[in-house]
Every structure is written in structure tokens, then in C-alpha cells.
């Protein structure tokens, strides 16, 4: 049983920047590739970025240059480094364990309550 915490969230103006967390319930992120999502009301989901268990990282090319994704194996948490941002940027942001199929990242069924952000113009 997986469960993850996503923290960090909130209100922000435009170019302001934000560090999202994920912190795990057990140790996966040392054992698995792990995903960044979010949802913006009335979109459907989408991955923003990705980090491979070899640091191979993949990002939308909405966020590329502006986001960053990392980990800490040691603290089992995953990290979302978010600068520049957008209006365009809030969301609903989740975090969650990926299978990697080829090149695209399909998330497991580990979704936690994720958190707000909210990018003011």
C-alpha cells in the first residue's frame, strides 16, 4: 500500500515561484519513476514532468525551462521546482508513481488529495 502526500501549493503572482513536495508513505521513489500531474478545472489530466530511477527526466513543453523535477531517495520525496509561473500554470497539482511504456509515463493507482496552486495575473 502506496500512499503520497503532495505539499507546497498556494497562491502566487505571475513569475513567482513555488516548490512543490511528495512525500511517501513507504519506499518507492528510489524503486520506481515518479510523475508529476495536475488538472485545471474543466481539462483533463496531464503529466507536467517525470523522473526516471536514473535521473532521466522528461517535462511537457509548457513547463520545459521553468519546472524542474527531482528526488531524494534518502527522504523518499519528490520534488517540483516551479519558477516563471503562469497564469495558465493552476491547477490541481499530483504526484504519483509511473510505469514507463517506451517513452510515455502511465500513472498507478496512487492518487493522493494533491495541492492548489494558483498563479494570479
Known amino acids: 500500500q502506496v500512499q503520497l502526500v503532495e505539499s507546497g501549493g498556494g497562491l502566487v503572482q505571475a513569475g513567482g515561484s513555488l516548490r512543490l513536495s511528495c512525500a511517501a508513505s513507504?519506499?518507492?521513489?528510489?524503486?520506481?519513476?515518479m510523475g508529476w500531474f495536475r488538472q485545471a478545472p474543466g481539462k483533463q489530466r496531464e503529466l507536467v514532468a517525470g523522473?526516471?530511477?536514473?535521473?532521466?527526466?522528461n517535462y511537457a513543453d509548457s513547463v520545459k525551462g521553468r519546472f524542474t523535477i527531482s528526488r531524494d531517495n534518502a527522504k523518499n520525496t519528490v520534488y517540483l521546482q516551479m519558477n516563471s509561473l503562469k497564469p495558465e500554470d493552476t491547477a490541481v497539482y499530483y504526484c504519483?508513481?509511473?510505469?514507463?511504456?517506451?517513452?510515455?509515463?502511465?500513472?498507478?493507482?496512487?492518487w493522493g488529495l494533491g495541492t492548489q496552486v494558483t498563479v494570479s495575473s
Open positions: 523522473i526516471t530511477t536514473g535521473g532521466t527526466t
Open positions: 513507504t519506499i518507492v521513489v528510489s524503486l520506481n519513476a
Open positions: 504519483n508513481v509511473v510505469r514507463l511504456s517506451g517513452t510515455t509515463m502511465t500513472p498507478l493507482n496512487y
